[in-house]
C-alpha cells in the first residue's frame, strides 16, 4: 500500500508537469490558461470539483452519519449547474471583454467600486481555504488506513503539499488540466469497482437489494430541526445549490474564463448533470458500510476504505488507492490555483506588474499550502461541516455575483457592501456558537439578512452607475467597450 500511494502522488505530479506550456510565463497564462481551452478540457476542469476527496471519504462517511440525507451533494449540484448555464455564458463574455480573471475583477468593475472587489476578493479567500485542507486531510486519510501509521498520512501530506506547490507554480491552470484527464476518470472507475466488490461480496449477486435489508435505517429523512433532518436537508440543497449556481466558488471561475467561447461553457454545464449520477455512487456504498461494518465514532471517513479493503484483493485495492490519492491533489491544486489568483489580481496594489503579479500568486500559493497543511495536521475536523461551513459563507456573493451579469442598477455597491458583511457576520456568529435557527443551514437566515440590507441601503443611497453592458456578439477579438486593463485591474476602471 505505501508502494501504491507513492506511485499516486508521483504519477499525479509528473502528469500535471506535462501541461506545462511557455505562455504559462504571464500571468493570465498561468491563471486561466490564455482563455484558449478546449470544451473538453474545460469540462474535465469543472468535473474535477465534482469528485474531490470529499467525495470519494466524506460522502460515505456523511451516509453513514446521516443516511439518505447526503443526497443534498448531487440534489445541490443539479441546482448548481441550472444558475451555472444561465449565467456562465454571460461571464465568460464579460471576461473576455473587460479582461476579468476573478469574480472580484467583475463585481468590483460592474458596480466601479474597487473595495466592494477586495472585500469579495477577501471573503472569497477567508472562506475557500478550508476546502484545501479537506482534500490534504483527505489524502492523509487514505494513506494512513492503507498503511496502518498515522505517522505515514501525515508525513504523505507534507509531501503531497510539497509536490502540489511546485506543479502548480510550474505548470499552472494547463497542469491541473492536465492530471484532472486521468483523475477525474479514474476516480469513477474506482468507484465502480469498490460498488462492485461491495455487491458480490456482502449481497452475493449484482443487485442493490442488500441496502434495504442491511441500512433500512438510513433510508428515511429524519424530521424536526436535528442535524441531517429534513430542514437541515432542505436548506443545505438550498444554501449549496445558490452558492455553486451563482459561482461564488473561486474554482467555479478558471475554467469558465479559460474556455475559448461561451458555447463551450454552456456545452459543459449541459453534461456536467450526467456527470454527477457518478455521486451515488459513494453514497450506496455508504449505505453498505452502515450495515455490514462496524465504523468507530470520528472514523466516518474511512468508511469506504474499511469496506473496500474486505471486499477486494490487495492489489485491485491499491489501484483505487492511486485513483483517491489523485482524487485528493488535483483539487487541492486548483483551489490553491484559484485562492493565489484572487489574491495576485485584487489583494495587492493596483500598480503591480504583470510579472509582479505572476510572482505573487505563485508566492502566496506556497502560504495557502502551508496554512492548509498547518490546519490538516492541528485541526483535522470531519469534512462535510467544512464543506457546509464555506458554503454558507460564499453563498453571501451570490446576490453580487448574480446582479453583476445583469443590466441593473436597482442595487448599488454600498448596499452589496453592507448586505456582505451582514451576512457574513451571521454566519461567523452561527459557527462559534455551534448552533442553528430551527435546525435550517446557517447560510439561510444570512443570505435572508443580506437581501434585505441590501435592498434597504441601497434604496437610502440611490441607484448604481453601472459600465456600459456590451451588446455586440462576442468574436476571437471582441469590440472592447473600454481601453484593454492589466489582468485584475478591471476593479478600478471608470
Known amino acids: 500500500m505505501i508502494v501504491a500511494a507513492v506511485i499516486g502522488i508521483l504519477l499525479v505530479t509528473f502528469l500535471a508537469g506535462l501541461g506545462r506550456r511557455k505562455s504559462l510565463d504571464t500571468h493570465t497564462g498561468w491563471s486561466i490558461g490564455n482563455r484558449g481551452m478546449s470544451s473538453l478540457t474545460t469540462f474535465f476542469l469543472q468535473a474535477g470539483a465534482i469528485f474531490t476527496s470529499f467525495t470519494f471519504l466524506g460522502m460515505s462517511g456523511l451516509t453513514v452519519l446521516g443516511g439518505v440525507s447526503a443526497t443534498y451533494l448531487p440534489a445541490y449540484l443539479i441546482l448548481g449547474y441550472i444558475g451555472m448555464f444561465l449565467i456562465g455564458p454571460v461571464v465568460w463574455k464579460l471576461g473576455k471583454v473587460f479582461n476579468y480573471h476573478t469574480n472580484a475583477d467583475l463585481v468590483g468593475h460592474q458596480y466601479r467600486s474597487p473595495l466592494l472587489g477586495k472585500l469579495v476578493a477577501l471573503v472569497s479567500v477567508v472562506f475557500f481555504v478550508p476546502i484545501v485542507q479537506v482534500q490534504i486531510v483527505g489524502l492523509g486519510t487514505m494513506v494512513s488506513f492503507a498503511t496502518g501509521e498515522k505517522s505515514a498520512g501525515n508525513a504523505s501530506m507534507v509531501v503531497a503539499t510539497v509536490l502540489i506547490l511546485l506543479f502548480v507554480a510550474y505548470a499552472g491552470l494547463r497542469g491541473v488540466a492536465s492530471a484532472a484527464y486521468f483523475k477525474d476518470v479514474a476516480m469513477v472507475v474506482a468507484l465502480l469497482i469498490v460498488l462492485f466488490g461491495v455487491l458480490v461480496h456482502f449481497s452475493g449477486d449484482w443487485g442493490g437489494d442488500g441496502v434495504m435489508a442491511a441500512a433500512r435505517d438510513k433510508l428515511t429523512v429524519d424530521s424536526g430541526t436535528q442535524t441531517y433532518g429534513i430542514i437541515w436537508f432542505i436548506t443545505s440543497v438550498i444554501v449549496s445549490g445558490i452558492g455553486l449556481g451563482g459561482m461564488t466558488l473561486p474554482e467555479s471561475w478558471p475554467a469558465v474564463l479559460a474556455a475559448n467561447g461561451s458555447r463551450a461553457v454552456s456545452k459543459n454545464h449541459v453534461m456536467l448533470p450526467l456527470y454527477t449520477l457518478a455521486t451515488f455512487i459513494p453514497i450506496i456504498i455508504g449505505f453498505y458500510a452502515a450495515g455490514h461494518i462496524t465504523v468507530g465514532a470520528g472514523e466516518e471517513n474511512s468508511a469506504i476504505l474499511s469496506i473496500a479493503q474486505d471486499s477486494l484483493p490487495g492489489w485491485l485495492m491499491g489501484c483505487v488507492l ?7 491533489i488535483v483539487p487541492a491544486a486548483h483551489c490553491v490555483l484559484s485562492i493565489a489568483t484572487l489574491v495576485s489580481s485584487n489583494l495587492i496594489p493596483s500598480g503591480t506588474t504583470n510579472e509582479r503579479r505572476l510572482l505573487i500568486g505563485k508566492t ?30 460564499l453563498a453571501q456573493l451570490a446576490p453580487a455575483n448574480i446582479l453583476s451579469c445583469t443590466r441593473s442598477t436597482f442595487i448599488n455597491a454600498k448596499g452589496l457592501i453592507a448586505g456582505l458583511v451582514v451576512g457574513e457576520l451571521i454566519v461567523i456568529g452561527y459557527t462559534i456558537a455551534d448552533t442553528t435557527l430551527w435546525g435550517m443551514n446557517n447560510g439561510i437566515p444570512a443570505l435572508v439578512a443580506n437581501l434585505v440590507v441590501m435592498v434597504i441601503v441601497s434604496v437610502v443611497t440611490g441607484k448604481a452607475e453601472r459600465p456600459e453592458f ?13 481601453a484593454p486593463v492589466s489582468p485584475g485591474a478591471a476593479g478600478r476602471l471608470r
Open 364 to 393: 502566496a500559493a506556497g502560504v495557502i499550502l502551508l496554512a492548509s497543511l498547518w490546519l490538516s495536521l492541528a485541526r483535522p475536523d470531519l469534512m462535510a461541516n467544512l464543506y457546509l461551513l464555506t458554503y454558507a459563507g
Open 470 to 482: 456590451p451588446d455586440t456578439p462576442t468574436h476571437r477579438t471582441p469590440v472592447r467597450t473600454v
Open 322 to 328: 492511486i485513483a483517491g490519492i489523485s482524487c485528493a
